[in-house]
Every structure is written in structure tokens, then in C-alpha cells.
């Protein structure tokens, strides 16, 4: 079974870095491809970035150059290290599996059903 916990969200000012960090409490995380989305308020949620079982990456135009997402197999944890925060990426930031083996074997992402509960990040001075 899929559980998924987010942390590392707070208060920062602009300019800061942030890490966030979701553990995937699943027997099988290493196959999981994983994703990072976010949801500002009044806004759809959308997605942040994604990194499949093999480590391959893709990032949302906004986050290319200023997010980088990782995964520790053996932690069953995958990261978002946001560095150069804006105000417009006050959001809460949720973590999710893609658990289908379709995914695995074709070394792709797909959003999962499987989401944690989020962590909130703001952005203020």
C-alpha cells in the first residue's frame, strides 16, 4: 500500500531556498515513478515536476533552471529542491506515485492515484 508524507514546506522570503521532501512508505518505491505538483489558492493544481523509476526528469517552463527533483531509493524518498523562490510559488505542494508497471517498463511518468496530503510553501517578504 501507497502512503505518501510530505515535509520541508514553511515561511520563507524571496530569493530563499526551500527542500521538500516526500517518503513513499510502499514495499516497491524504487519501480514508483514520482511527481511533484502544487495548488495555489484558487488556481488548479498543476504539476511541478516528475522523475520516473530510471531517473529520467521533466519539469514544468516555470521550475526549469530554479527546482530540481531527486529520489533516494533506499530512503523510499523522493526531493524538490526549489532554489530562487518567488511569491507565485506560494502553493501547497503535494507529492505523488505512479505505481502502474506500464509506466516502469516504458521508463515514463504518469500522474498515480496515490497523493500525499501536501505541505504548504509561502513566499513573502
Known amino acids: 500500500q501507497v502512503q505518501l508524507v510530505e515535509s520541508g514546506g514553511g515561511l520563507v522570503q524571496p530569493g530563499d531556498s526551500l527542500r521538500l521532501s516526500c517518503v513513499d512508505s510502499?514495499?516497491?518505491?524504487?519501480?514508483?515513478?514520482m511527481g511533484w505538483y502544487r495548488q495555489a489558492p484558487g488556481k488548479q493544481r498543476e504539476l511541478v515536476a516528475s522523475i520516473t523509476a530510471g531517473g529520467k526528469t521533466n519539469y514544468a517552463d516555470f521550475a526549469k533552471g530554479r527546482f530540481t527533483i531527486s529520489r533516494d531509493n533506499e530512503k523510499k524518498t523522493v526531493y524538490l529542491q526549489m532554489n530562487s523562490l518567488k511569491s507565485g510559488d506560494t502553493a501547497v505542494y503535494y507529492c505523488?506515485?505512479?505505481?502502474?508497471?506500464?509506466?516502469?517498463?516504458?521508463?515514463?511518468?504518469?500522474?498515480?492515484?496515490?497523493w500525499g496530503p501536501g505541505t504548504q510553501v509561502t513566499v513573502s517578504s
Open positions: 510502499s514495499r516497491v518505491f524504487s519501480i514508483n515513478g
Open positions: 505523488n506515485a505512479d505505481t502502474n508497471l506500464e509506466s516502469y517498463y516504458s521508463n515514463i511518468y504518469k500522474e498515480g492515484n496515490h
